[in-house]
């Protein structure tokens, strides 16, 4: 059976671990690389992932020099912003590859970004190509499994999604990213700016698209949650007043009256380690991962696993909702 050519978009921590992922899996041929960062254009992928071993693909600092043949697929793990992506897109999608994206606001850039996301679809129309958002938040814990979820009810009244993950587990650019050791007027100051966790809102409308619900009345917030005692995490110390992480939610309603409500939480030395869906409704359900799911390893395995069903969607901008059931993909026969 023939082999899928990837060509991997991004070599931080994420893509690494997708690069690795793919290689323990049969059926897949790495065939090209990107990135911007200086120390890592012009080594061997290998190296720059910690394979071990030369791959014999040099990391490009252009697409162009991404696709020294035809691929099959694009996996896309650089930015979280749709706007600081888009370039990307518009450079990607000429070359007739499917993209799988990790960004977060591709997941469901419908309401917040229609503007966007039709460029993006018109561009991927044009060329043939299908392009999606993916990962683990957004684009599964707690936007498509609650939706799943909601299948076995005869009503639904409202949606909970509570998500408490532990910070001093995660990578050190995850850790910056919600805030970790600095003051709280720096972290005001960033919230005010659009910094914080990135893809509550666009979870939220994924849940209203799936159950049909038109959002009338929509709020979000996030807090500093501060260290009361010294602090570390890796490299970073927290002294007594300084920012520990974060907790951010979303919330909409509908005019009937049905409500959606997210609340994510990321910090150093949390209570509990937890991802907790509650829907109301007929029946109840409440459904409970102690310990959560590990955001890093389960978007890297989302982003391949993905993969096949990409590869036969039709082209254009799709969300995870418009594929067929996900799951497990152990990788082509030989």
Not at 320 to 326: C, E, F, K, Q, T
């Amino acid at each position: 059976m023939e082999e899928i050519n990837v060509v991997q978009c991004g070599i931080g921590e994420i893509g690494a671990a997708v690069t690795r992922l793919l290689l323990r899996k049969r059926g897949f041929r790495i065939v090209g690389a990107w990135d911007i960062d200086p120390a890592k254009v012009g080594k061997d992928l290998g190296e720059v992932v910690g394979w071990g071993e030369p791959l014999g693909v040099v990391v490009s600092p252009t697409p162009k020099g991404a696709f020294p043949q035809e691929a099959d697929i694009v996996i896309h793990t650089t930015v979280s912003s749709l706007e600081g992506a888009l370039p990307q897109y518009r450079a990607l999608i000429p070359f007739g590859a499917n993209i799988i994206s990790s960004c977060e606001e591709l997941v469901f850039p419908w309401r917040r970004h229609r503007a966007l996301a039709e460029e993006i679809h018109g561009l991927a129309l044009e060329h043939g190509v299908t392009v999606l958002g993916a990962g683990v938040n957004p684009g599964f814990v707690m936007d498509l499994l609650p939706s799943l979820l909601s299948v076995v009810c005869r009503e639904v009244e409202g949606i909970s999604v509570r998500r408490v993950i532990d910070a001093g587990k995660r990578r050190p650019a995850f850790q910056r990213k919600i805030g970790v050791g600095m003051d709280p007027g720096e972290f005001q100051e960033r919230v005010g700016k659009g910094g914080g966790h990135v893809g509550l809102p666009e979870s939220l409308d994924l849940i209203a698209a799936s159950l049909g619900w038109e959002i009338t009345e929509f709020t979000t917030d996030v807090e500093a949650l501060i260290a009361d005692r010294p602090l570390r995490a890796g490299d970073i110390e927290v002294p007594v007043g300084r920012v520990r992480g974060l907790r951010q939610w979303a919330w909409g309603r509908t005019p009937e009256g049905r409500t959606i409500s997210l609340e994510f939480q990321a910090c150093l030395c949390p209570d509990e380690e937890v991802d907790e869906i509650v829907l109301r409704g007929d029946p109840k359900l409440v459904v409970r991962f102690p310990g959560g799911i590990h955001g890093d390893i389960a978007t890297a395995a989302i982003l391949v696993n993905t993969i096949p069903a990409v590869l036969t969607a039709p082209p254009g901008l799709l969300t995870v909702r418009d594929l067929p059931l996900p799951s497990y993909f152990a990788g082509r026969k030989g």
